[in-house]
């Protein structure tokens, strides 16, 4: 199982950026996807998660300005990300709760999966 993460960059506060991630591989399903942050010195955040079901949850620091959506055909997610302050710069994480298949008759098991970071930067 791979998790590819796109879209980071350098960005003017006040601008936007959007975030990608596909999920590959042997998969036999997903649940939860989302994304995490940790900025220079401080530990690793939750962002934004959605379920399955498209159900959503953002940390109080981004709501209002971060929206996230879900292709589950595509295994994909995308963060956009509106109204970028200093305080957003950080490196992204996807993340996805995944069962890997390993065949008929194997058993399942769930586990976080994690994509490469990509570096968001936001100043002038």
């Known amino acids: 199982v791979q998790l590819q993460a796109s879209g980071g960059g350098l960005v003017q506060p006040g601008g936007s950026l959007r975030l990608s991630c596909a999920v590959s591989?042997?998969?036999?399903?997903?649940?939860?996807m989302g994304w995490y942050r940790q900025a220079p010195g401080k530990q690793r955040e939750l962002v934004a998660l959605?379920?399955?079901?498209?159900?959503?949850n953002f940390a109080d620091s981004v709501k209002g300005r971060f929206t996230i959506s879900r292709d589950n055909a595509q295994n994909t997610i995308t963060l956009q990300m509106n109204s970028l302050v200093p305080d957003d710069t950080a490196v992204y994480y996807c993340?996805?709760?995944?069962?890997?298949?390993?065949?008929?008759?194997?058993?399942?098991?769930?586990?976080?999966?994690w994509g490469h970071g990509t570096l968001v930067t936001v100043s002038s």
């Open positions: 959605i379920t399955r079901s498209g159900v959503t």
């Open positions: 591989g042997s998969i036999f399903g997903i649940r939860d």
């Open positions: 993340y996805a709760d995944v069962a890997p298949y390993y065949g008929a008759g194997s058993k399942l098991k769930w586990s976080d999966h």
